[in-house]
């Protein structure tokens, strides 16, 4: 069955540091979201990516966050400078469809700690 | 907007006994509801939704959810969980018509199974 793939699969990164969370959405999905979950507490969403542009976005999705698709299979999320509380299980993760009743599929995740 | 409540956060039980892991919601608009399941290091797959038609949801591995409308709840039920049912289990909610990305996840509930 086709999956979302993720890495890397747990990154630790010093406060202040750019991360990049890299996924592949399945192939024929046309929209891609990022979720994060820390611990503890609810898997939030960030933000959503529909032909090539951010189609809904969280007030969590601030100005050190950015998504890219930057060759037709790639989804990225970059943290250009890292906080704490950016500490957290990422979730790539995409859909055929846009409406609410279209199944999103995730990835395994990427547990990210900043240190 | 949409709301969800898992009252349970962990729910223990003996292998072949029968389990119920309570949602309950809230929403000013009709809602689509799924359950999503994290088993140990993986990511959150669909286990079962309700869009439409019976209320009595199936998967193929022996859950179900009904959705009660008049009790804005939609529990999940198995009648005899295996020790491979043992996961983290959330709740979900979206608005009829609001984008996928709008999905409102529960806190989960981490079923753990004794033999």
């Known amino acids: 069955e086709p999956e979302v793939t993720q890495t890397p699969s747990h990154q630790v990164t010093q406060m202040g540091q750019e991360v990049i969370l890299r996924c592949v959405p399945i192939?024929?999905?046309?929209?891609f979201y990022w979720y994060r979950q820390i611990l503890g507490q609810k898997v939030e969403f960030l933000v959503s990516?529909?032909?090539?542009?951010?189609?809904?976005k969280s007030e969590i999705f601030d100005d050190q966050f950015s998504v890219e698709r930057p060759d037709g299979s790639n989804f990225t999320l970059k943290i250009r400078s890292t906080k704490l509380e950016d500490s957290a299980m990422y979730f790539c993760a995409s859909s055929e469809g846009g409406g609410s009743g279209n199944t999103i599929y995730f990835g395994e995740g990427s547990w990210l700690t900043v240190v | 907007a949409q709301s969800v409540t898992q009252l349970d956060s962990q729910v223990p039980v003996f292998e072949e006994a029968p389990v119920e892991l309570r949602c309950n919601y809230s929403s000013s608009v009709s809602v689509y509801l799924f359950w999503y399941v994290q088993y140990p290091n993986q990511g959150l797959q669909l286990l079962l939704k309700?869009?439409?038609?019976?209320?009595l949801v199936k998967s193929i591995n022996g859950f179900e959810a009904e959705f009660n409308k008049s009790q804005t709840s939609f529990h999940l039920r198995k009648p005899s969980v295996h020790i491979s049912d043992t996961a983290e289990y959330f709740c979900?909610?979206?608005?009829?018509?609001?984008?996928?990305?709008?999905?409102?996840f529960g806190s989960g509930t981490r079923l753990s199974i004794r033999p």
């Open positions: 990516f529909y032909n090539n542009e951010i189609s809904e």
């Open positions: 192939s024929n999905h046309l929209y």
């Open positions: 979900a909610v979206s608005g009829l018509y609001s984008s996928a990305s709008k999905i409102i």
């Open positions: 309700y869009l439409s038609g019976s209320t």
